[in-house]
């Protein structure tokens, strides 16, 4: 599985992004997917996961309410969608699949990883 992640840029805090990113693949809905982010001098964390079908989600704390995940199986693509974006979520985002029809939290649980997208949110 090969994943591409687009959708970053620069935001104003308050504003809003939709990052994508496109897998390779006619599996797709064998794999649950998630988006991680690293700050600058920190340590990459979750932000959120889907499983195979769509039909489950889970966030991190800092993004529950503001992001939303999902992912269009016919697409090969899974969505961020980032509402009320902070200067706190300035970070390169990065998605990443596991073969599996869960969601997966952890960073170890997930086999192949998208280049990173860079988001900025200036203040």
């Known amino acids: 599985v090969q994943l591409q992640a687009s959708g970053g840029g620069l935001v104003q805090a308050g504003g809003s992004l939709r990052l994508s990113c496109a897998a390779t693949?006619?599996?797709?809905?064998?794999?649950?997917m998630g988006w991680f982010r690293q700050a600058p001098g920190k340590k990459r964390e979750f932000v959120a996961a889907?499983?195979?079908?769509?039909?489950?989600?889970y966030y991190a704390d800092s993004v529950k309410g503001r992001f939303t995940i999902s992912r269009d199986n016919a697409k090969n693509t899974v969505y961020l969608q980032m509402n009320s974006l902070k200067p706190e979520d300035t970070a390169v985002y990065y998605c990443?699949?596991?073969?599996?029809?869960?969601?997966?939290?952890?960073?170890?649980?997930?086999?192949?990883w998208g280049q990173g997208t860079q988001v900025t949110v200036s203040s």
């Open positions: 693949g006619r599996t797709f809905s064998s794999y649950g």
């Open positions: 990443a699949a596991r073969r599996g029809i869960s969601y997966y939290l952890q960073e170890d649980d997930y086999d192949y």
């Open positions: 889907i499983s195979g079908s769509g039909g489950s989600t």
